[in-house]
């Protein structure tokens, strides 16, 4: 994937945090996957590292993100596409909190600086999820995904097991290989 990314992590003491890392393991076994990744939803990608240069956290810490109270991410249910980074996933309700955090920071990529045009790709072409599979196989049909075990996640339900509110965003330069997908900065939101 070129360039860097931001990705909304849940608060750090939630916890989705000790089920999600568990869920994607034991879904990509599942189907033969190699990759492990950190869970999270991608606000957006393709930032050019000559953005934030050489200190990620201070280019993070200066973006315009907006109140943490109005961020919420709703796990609605499974889907699969065919591409490779969304070959299983949680599709997440896009609220307008977390619509118009992913505007805000998409406003950081090459070509979408002014507010229509970020507004326009946040409305038409963002869709939030959670990937619990990167994988080079056919897209997983129906069948295969109501037989999907997703642990302790309430998918479209309530309670702290079916999203979370605020987070953290982090900036991950994801123009290496998966395995090194590694965050450095992060923002508490």
Known sequence: MPGSSLWLLPPADHPLNKVLPGLIDQTSK???SPHRFLPHVTLTSE?????YGSDGPAWLSALDLGPAKDVRVNLERLGSDDFFFR????KCEKDGGLKTLAKQCRKHVDGYADEKTAQDWAKEA???HVSLMYHDCP???EKELVAVDTLEVKL???GDM???VGGRVVL????KPIDQWVPIAERVI
């Open 30 to 32: 599942s189907f033969g």
């Open 47 to 51: 930032i050019s590292p000559s953005k």
């Open 87 to 90: 070959k299983l996933y949680i």
């Open 126 to 128: 963002y869709m939030p």
């Open 139 to 141: 897209q997983v049909d």
């Open 156 to 158: 479209g339900g309530t």
């Open 162 to 164: 079916s999203g979370w």
């Open 172 to 175: 991950v330069p994801t123009d």
